[in-house]
């Protein structure tokens, strides 16, 4: 393995820091120090995810900013959990808190993999399986 492949840590980009922040914070559990600024950590076990001001970032790589439309098509967030049971109990929980799965119910994949689908506010998918 090689030395960049010990730890991978995702960044959003976001239009709307607060309301992403309370989605990844309050909804689906995350734990963070967010101070109400540009930037966000949540703590997590393996990798890392952040968030940072869409606008700002575009002006620090000397990018012209384009505001994002609809879902992001480009990647996702893959959140892990143990076991069939676990999925199913997320899925119920995330539901009752109003959150509406892109694919329904969990389903099991022919491969065994059982998961399902949301999108957070931004319209980033967010895949939860086990």
Not at 23 to 45: I, Q
Request: with cysteine; charged share 25%.
């Amino acid at each position: 393995m090689g030395i960049l492949s010990n730890s991978v840590h995702t960044g959003l980009f976001v239009e709307d820091i607060e309301k992403m922040v309370t989605f990844y914070r309050d909804t689906l559990g995350f734990e963070t120090d967010w101070d109400g600024g540009s930037f966000a950590n949540f703590k997590v076990r393996d990798g890392g995810l952040f968030m940072f001001d869409r606008k700002q970032f575009a002006e620090a790589m000397n990018q012209p900013y384009y505001p994002p439309m609809g879902f992001n098509l480009t990647m996702q967030i893959g959140i892990g959990v143990k076991t069939k049971d676990d999925v199913d109990r997320e899925y119920e929980r995330l539901t009752a808190l109003g959150v509406k799965s892109l694919t329904g119910e969990p389903f099991t994949q022919p491969w065994g993999q059982r998961n399902f689908w949301i999108a957070d506010p931004e319209g980033n998918y967010i895949e939860i399986g086990c």
